[in-house]
């Protein structure tokens, strides 16, 4: 499946923003998917995961009870939806489709394939 992550940008501590990830080629209803993030020179953090039919749903603890990740199948999207964002916040976001166990959905390396990322900038 193909991905296009998109809905980063530059905003103040407290604001919000909607990452959306639109998949291609393939639905995404066979998939588990995910959001992750990446700063220069660190490895890849799991943000959020969601299973497939979207009735679960994980998150990393520095982001439970500000983020939301959600699936519109019939749209062949996913969105990540980020409250009270923080400097610490800032990265670069990617979404990633897989086919792994919901057990093992926050680890990245069990992730096919993968958007290009879109950058998230929080100022303080």
């Known amino acids: 499946v193909q991905l296009q992550a998109s809905g980063g940008g530059l905003v103040q501590a407290g604001d919000s923003l909607r990452l959306s990830c639109a998949a291609s080629?393939?639905?995404?209803?066979?998939?588990?998917m995910g959001w992750f993030r990446q700063a220069p020179g660190k490895e890849r953090e799991f943000v959020a995961a969601?299973?497939?039919?979207?009735?679960?749903?994980r998150y990393a603890d520095s982001v439970k009870g500000r983020f939301t990740i959600t699936r519109d199948n019939a749209k062949n999207t996913v969105y990540l939806q980020m409250n009270g964002l923080k400097p610490e916040d800032t990265d670069l976001y990617y979404c990633?489709?897989?086919?792994?166990?919901?057990?093992?959905?926050?680890?990245?390396?069990?992730?096919?394939?993968w958007g290009q990322g879109t950058q998230v900038t929080v100022s303080s």
């Open positions: 969601i299973s497939r039919s979207g009735s679960g749903t």
């Open positions: 080629r393939r639905s995404i209803s066979n998939y588990v």
């Open positions: 990633a489709a897989g086919s792994s166990a919901w057990s093992a959905s926050s680890l990245p390396y069990l992730y096919r394939d």
